[in-house]
Structures are given as structure tokens and as C-alpha cells.
């Protein structure tokens, strides 16, 4: 069962993920910095292309950047990064480490999450000791390669009902759609190249949480 201080961590309306080739020439960074500006407390560090060195080096400024501004630091996939940078979780997928095999490695306090697309994958996650779990993809997506086809809003429906651990809503998630994940019953979202590829990230952060609050 979560404990209470990685719910407050997690209890948040958006959720921020990096994605560089999708930031219009700014560098990670950059997209970090101006996420924090315009309000966002949770963010994913996602990078599928770039050498892992320059991963871990980019890790370890926003992990300083993260923890100044009191904001939640998720690493996704590369759990021996995380080891190093120690943020305050690490989010994994359906094909990589099982969950209790990574607890054993990042221990009882740092949040995991795990990305599910079936009521059946979400019941496990909470079974074996997920954090919180991805929803989705909701809609159709590009933002990595090799994803699965949309899941619906049934499935947004489903979590919201069914699973008592915090969720994250994602996938082709913009400003002009996001009322109907939230409408079927989803606390957190995910807009991944509607933020990175915002002419303004501060601004457009500021303009989603100023909907999501309301």
C-alpha cells in the first residue's frame, strides 16, 4: 500500500515528461526550467534517444533543479541512473524489470510507477506494489515509438473506479481534450508534445493548470 508521504508527492493534476526531439531545438534543461516556472510539481525525465552518459549528467542538474523548487523528480526506465541521481522515483514499462525486482534495488521510499493498458495489468501493478500507475494511451500517440493502440476513455473509466492508487492519465492528451479524460474520472494528466512543443512552455503549463484547478 503507498504510504502517505509518496501520495502527497503524487497528488498533483499534471504530470510533466520530457521529450527533446519533440522541444523544438531546447534542450531538456531548458523545457525543465520553464515547466517549473509555470507551475508544474511533477516531472518525468523520459529520454529514449540520447547516450546514457549525457542522460545521467542531464539527470543529475534536474534532480538539484527538482528538489530547490519542491518539485517530484521521476526517472523513466534507467533505474541504475536513478540509483545515482536518486530522485524521488523511477517509472517503468510492462516489458522492462518487474516491479518487486526494482524495489529490491531502489528500496521502500522512492516511488515506482508502472504504464498499463488493461484493467488486468492494473490490478497487478497494485498486487505487486505499484506506486502509481500510467493509464492509457488514451488517444492516439507519436511521442515514442513502438506504443499500443488507444485503450478509450472505458479504460480511464475502469482505473478511476477500480484502482485506489494514484493514476496518470496519457497519451495524444492536449488543452483542447483533456476535459474528457477528466470527465471519465481522471485526477492526473499527462500532455506530453502539447507542453515540450509549446512555443511557451511556462505560459502553456500556467494555461492547462489554470483549467485543471478550476
Do not use: W
Request: aromatic share 6%; with cysteine; hydrophobic share 40%.
Amino acid at each position: 500500500m503507498i504510504n502517505e508521504i509518496k501520495r502527497q508527492k503524487l497528488d498533483f493534476p499534471l504530470y510533466c515528461i520530457t521529450a527533446q526531439n519533440l522541444s523544438k531545438g531546447r534542450d531538456n534543461i531548458q523545457v525543465v526550467r520553464n515547466m517549473i516556472e509555470g507551475g508544474a510539481k511533477i516531472i518525468q525525465y523520459r529520454e529514449k534517444y540520447r547516450e546514457i552518459r549525457k542522460r545521467y549528467e542531464e539527470c543529475m542538474i534536474i534532480r538539484e533543479m527538482t528538489k530547490k523548487a519542491g518539485v517530484t523528480f521521476i526517472i523513466n526506465d534507467n533505474i541504475d541512473i536513478a540509483l545515482l541521481v536518486k530522485p524521488d522515483g523511477v517509472h517503468i514499462g510492462q516489458d522492462d524489470i518487474p516491479i518487486k525486482e526494482v524495489r529490491k534495488l531502489v528500496g521502500e521510499d522512492m516511488i515506482i510507477g508502472l504504464s498499463t493498458h488493461s484493467p488486468q495489468q492494473a490490478l497487478e501493478a497494485v498486487q505487486n506494489g505499484a506506486d502509481y500507475i500510467g493509464v492509457g494511451p488514451v488517444y492516439k500517440t507519436y511521442t515514442k515509438d513502438n506504443v499500443c493502440d488507444p485503450v478509450g476513455l472505458e479504460y480511464v473509466r475502469f482505473t478511476a473506479e477500480n484502482i485506489d492508487i494514484p493514476r496518470v492519465v496519457i497519451g495524444g492528451i492536449k488543452e483542447y481534450n483533456m476535459h474528457e479524460v477528466i470527465e471519465a474520472g481522471a485526477k492526473c494528466i499527462c500532455l506530453v508534445s502539447d507542453i515540450v512543443g509549446a512555443n511557451d512552455i511556462k505560459a502553456k503549463v500556467k494555461s492547462i493548470l489554470s483549467k485543471l484547478n478550476k
